[in-house]
């Protein structure tokens, strides 16, 4: 009976080890992204040129609740969700 108990423990050690490397290499490196996009969403201000996940270019010119307001062109301005901003715009800046 006990060799049969130390076997199942045997099968499932392999298993934790496999659960703790897929955590390591996949799970954890996208929280940490996750909490990045978050904290840059959020510490966004008026001014700021960004990108959307649709691809357009623009600069903030309103905040309000989840949602900017981004000028995309002269006397052009879209509302989007504050959800749909991929990045700020490094290039504008250069």
């Known amino acids: 009976m ?13 298993l934790l080890i496999m659960l703790g490397i897929f955590y390591f290499l996949l799970i954890a490196p996208m929280r940490k992204r996750q909490k990045q996009q978050d904290q840059m969403i959020k510490d966004l201000k ?6 959307t996940v649709g691809g357009i270019y623009g600069t903030i010119v309103g905040i309000k609740d989840d949602r900017l307001t981004l000028r995309i062109a002269d006397q052009v301005k879209v509302n989007v969700a504050k959800s749909s901003i991929s990045g700020l715009d490094t290039s504008a800046t250069n």
């Open 2 to 14: 006990m060799a049969q108990g130390q076997s199942a423990w045997g099968s499932f050690v392999p």
């Open 46 to 51: 008026t001014g700021d040129p960004v990108l």
